[in-house]
């Protein structure tokens, strides 16, 4: 069994408890517009360029045995037969000399990913920390997960897994038990938005979400403010009665980031701009939420 990422992030702060290894799956089941990570919502492998870091060697075109690449942005621009024949072929990416030219989206064996996880453990111990699995979704990948999860709970490491739960109840159902924590996003409660937005059906979320709360798994919920499809009256209504149906005392709120921009270029696509939200529209729900004996933890990502 494989996984397929895009990157495994070691001592990360923001994805869960203490000093953690965070595993970014590829594939998701939503389109949010204002996505952070968008390496990861295609499952299927993806070229990219790095402008930044190209330093016009040419090695790339020189190296091209079939004279695809003129430029090495080229590679954002092949068509379906040239990315057949150039995934196998990587010659461009393995003699680019500063990796300006990459991959997202690599599989992974068992062994060489526990290899890695295994590195921190000592951290782990010591901070309370383990693993996280984030996306894209990682539950629409369950079944490769379901051997990783057993080797992590056999070494006794903590895991985490972070989700929009917005993908077929049986994945989840697959390795609910084997997962110690749920780091679940709420972003749209309003069953046409969620369709119109986020190409999503909430009835699934709603689903999973249940299954979650019944077995009494812990979770952390983060809440996206992000104008105008989250963070508005009517959505945040829905929210504080999500909160007060389950009796959620805890939730970690944060605003969009412009980290992933450079991601969006090298992908050769335009990031959306996203309405600025300020800092007393913050205060506003946070005092909201304090008033009904919420915990509020504001993230910030920058």
């Not at 408890?17 to 390496?39: A, Q």
């Not at 003699?95 to 030219?101: I, R, V």
């Not at 453990?121 to 010591?126: N, P, S, T």
């Not at 986020?198 to 809440?223: G, V, W």
Request: aromatic share 8%; glycine share 4%.
């Amino acid at each position: 069994m494989s996984l397929k990422i895009t990157n495994i992030q070691r001592f990360s702060l923001h994805d869960g408890p203490g000093i953690r290894t965070t595993v970014f799956l590829k594939g998701c089941s939503i389109r949010c517009p204002w996505c952070c990570n968008p390496e990861n919502i295609s499952d299927l492998p993806q070229f990219y360029f790095n402008s930044e870091d190209c330093i016009h060697c040419r090695e790339c075109s020189e190296v091209c045995p079939v004279e695809i690449l003129k430029e090495p942005r080229d590679v954002l621009t092949l068509a379906a037969d040239e990315l057949a024949y150039c995934f196998k072929c990587r010659k461009c990416v393995e003699g680019c000399p500063t990796g300006a030219l990459g991959i997202y989206g690599e599989k992974i064996s068992e062994e060489d990913l526990m290899s890695t996880l295994e590195m921190d453990r000592e951290y782990y111990i010591q901070t309370g920390g383990g693993v996280t699995f984030s996306g894209g979704e990682p539950l629409l990948q369950a079944d490769e997960l379901l051997n990783i999860f057993k080797t992590l709970r056999e070494k006794d490491i903590h895991i985490a897994v972070e989700t929009s739960l917005f993908a077929p109840v049986s994945c989840l159902d697959l390795i609910i038990d084997s997962v110690d924590l749920f780091i679940i996003d709420v972003k749209i409660l309003d069953a046409e938005l969620a369709d119109s937005v986020l190409h999503a059906n909430l009835e699934e979320f709603k689903t999973n979400f249940q299954m979650i709360s019944r077995k009494n798994k812990d979770m952390i919920i983060r809440f996206p403010m992000i104008k105008p499809f989250t963070f508005n009256r009517k959505n945040i209504d829905s929210l504080m009665d999500f909160i007060g149906d389950y009796n959620i005392k805890y939730i970690e709120i944060f605003t969009t980031h412009q980290l992933a921009a450079k991601k969006y270029d090298s992908l050769g696509w335009e990031m959306k701009k996203q309405e600025c939200i300020k800092e007393e529209e913050i205060k506003e729900l946070i005092d909201e939420l304090e008033d009904i004996s919420v915990e509020v933890k504001s993230l910030n990502f920058n």
